[in-house]
């Protein structure tokens, strides 16, 4: 038996560019017919794969397959779900039945942090139970915190995306200003880590009196007081101040910035940190507010794409699959940054195992020393990232995603039932 | 003493092409120059004037005014200020002073139904007090609610941009569909009226499986059953619910959605439509939920402009330059719809003293029988404003928006102590 089968499956959040990636190693297969037969993608991540429900790629056509390569979201579904460690391997033992029933040799992984633990310990089992998968990680996360590359597909999107933001709104609300004093918050994700916040400082461009004046980020506890009496400080200078906030600050002792009170009727309330912070503003110092939550417009925004970001999940999802044919199992392509302007970079294999569930937050040198924004070296790194328009093509005023056909592999395992 | 100077001010709200539409006026200024000498424009609206706080626009070459025509907000500032109707006279007193301190023969004036009000005024004064001045409206909101224009400029690009958002997000939330069902509520602006949320509906394409499912606008009445119902029925066919709300919805009673509760230390939360519904689902239904706000971001994406939107912000600009010089004050240009598909326009002048303070609200027709979506006429009719991509040049990864030198006119008049 032929374990010519290559089986795509992705993991946790999307991106803008993980389609890119998807569309990338199902072309980069392809160019390998002679030793690669079917290639396959997993409906709704690992999920999919527990309960043998696969997706014959071969459907699309190179049309769809352009299409595919600029779409947001995961087209074939993704799912939240961690290997379990304590459940005396039934879950590993139904992976392998489906890779044996459909002769699946190589297992290209998409995700982040915890996705490359579960490269490692599929790639392990493989060799523990002396199997031929190749089971190779492709990095993608928004939160930019996979340790072992310099940036990880989706980021520069998502940056960009906000960056463009925070230069649009500061724009609007600089135009609005009146006499009262009027402030600014827009929260944006990363519950552990501030690299998406401090993109947006790339927006003002180290004008002191641009948007945003402040950023704050995970990486520093909130002090409320160093926090508003800047608040103030801008305002009184400019009559009004523009805010990022990370979804995960938190106070020194480490509870979140995040309101739970009740309503009249008893409802738990759940305020985030955006509208928690323009609130704090208001109260104390009495200004206007208006606040801001890109939530999923910030990591699904391909209308504004970051062509190097692009560029880069392609290619992670090509050298794995070359990887995974070099019997390269265990590993993931990660980005180099081989020189920041003009920015160049590569791609090349490292080990998943070392740097499983590890998470990569913003080193202190791009923090400033007030912990209230960041620093240029910030933007220097995150700058490269961000460059290069992909302009979409467009069906009446709004881009074309049209869907994709998907025809399902015909099941030849009992349910699941895990 | 000639009245040549020709005076740009505009009000309330700023959109992504208000600037196109200011853009516009200088040059058609400029191109009358044996008739209008200097070209001026208010700082901060109808508050600049007062303050005879006024900027001439010579100073904006050809490159600032390239660049003025594609950036988002409002570069010589706006205000919220409506012309009082009590005070004596004192405002209108000084306006004309400041008029003819500075020989403003016309006063261009770019806003709402509010500043249509003010047009018809100060229009109805200067023929009172038999002043030369010719007081012309320029239409401009994204709400999209001035009476005897087909559409008013700003809507279009804030429609394209909330349509493209629904549909990016769409595709997000329905690839991390799970076992438990998961809503993603949108909140748009528009207190009174569903222009911008109808405008949403166009990203599901007439296709009942696509993002947004439901849509509420303040023209009906919410009800609360019904709207679950709709929401948990969506959920259990397709495992998600994308859901667009307006700002301004309200009960039957007339109350906003919206929450007024203390927090533990006794701060009154003010929770947005948006949060209060998909809270509302959360305790009811179990759904996990996710709420977006653009805020801002709606009406000052120039990233992503609707190329017939700014078209007609431009075209307004230069009709209202020809008819202040034409003598016709107290009018507005108006867009005419002369075709749908394709969509053909023209622009001609309507009095703005029977529109001034009027609202238009989203038609029956346009509302589905349930009152929880839009119906195809309202996406016939929206779908043309958003058509057409406009590329910003841009610098580093981010659209172009360098800034303006703005050259103050001198003071002849003492300090308004308005």
Known sequence: MTYDTLLYAHSGGVTAVINA?????????????GRVGRVLAAHRGIGGVLREDLIDTAAFDAVALERLARTPGGAFGSCRFDLPRDDGGAVMDRLFAVFDAHRIGWLLYNGGNGSMDAVARIQAEACRRGHPLQCVGVPKTVDNDIVGTDCCPGFGSAAKYLATSML???LDIASMVGAKGSVFVMEVMGRNTGWLAAATALAAGGDPDRAPHIVLVPEVAFDEDAFLARVQAVTQRLGYCAVTVSEGIRRADGSLIQEKSRDPRGYVQLGGAGSEVARLINSRLGYKFHWAIPDYMQRAGAHWLSATDREQAMAVGRAAVEYALDGHGGSMPAIRRLQDLPYRWDVTPIETAPIANLE?????????ADGLHVTQMACDYIRPLIMGEFAQPTVDGLPDYRGFEMVRVNRLLPNWVG
Chains 1, 2 share one sequence.
């Open 21 to 33: 990636t998807a569309a990338a190693v199902i072309v980069a297969a392809r160019e390998q017919r």
């Open 168 to 170: 649009e709104a500061g």
């Open 360 to 368: 990569r937050r913003l080193p202190n040198r791009f923090v400033a």
